[in-house]
Nanobody
Framework: QVQLVESGGGLVQPGGSLRLSCAAS????????MGWYRQAPGKRRELVAV???????NFADSVKGRFTISRDNAKNTVFLQMNSLKPEDTAVYYC????????????????WGQGTQVTVSS
């Protein structure tokens, strides 16, 4: 089994910054893509950013130029640096990882964190 634990959410004023972290632990051989999703009240969960094991990243159009994603493969950790935050960024942010587990070399399994609340408000 694999666990993802997020941290770093909170309340911030418009224009402010937050940094989210997500650490994966458990029976991990390697991790393919890691990413961040968010879900605002009454809306569907949406992709925010994703990063491959090699460091290639993609972003939702709504966050391009404001958010960056990075990862530490040695620590199985992914980060989301959020700058110039807007009220519309308010949501629960979820970490996601495609994990290849020991003894299951032929496939990657999808795991999710429990979510961390980000609120952008004055």
């Amino acid at each position: 089994q694999v666990q993802l634990v997020e941290s770093g959410g909170g309340l911030v004023q418009p224009g402010g910054s937050l940094r989210l972290s997500c650490a994966a632990s458990g029976s991990i051989f390697s991790i393919n893509a890691m990413g961040w999703y968010r879900q605002a009240p009454g809306k569907r969960r949406e992709l925010v950013a994703v990063i491959s094991s090699g460091g290639s990243a993609n972003f939702a159009d709504s966050v391009k130029g404001r958010f960056t994603i990075s990862r530490d493969n040695a620590k199985n950790t992914v980060f989301l640096q959020m700058n110039s935050l807007k009220p519309e960024d308010t949501a629960v942010y979820y970490c996601n990882a495609a994990v290849i587990e020991y003894g299951h070399w032929w496939t990657a399994s999808d795991y999710w964190g429990q979510g961390t609340q980000v609120t952008v408000s004055s």
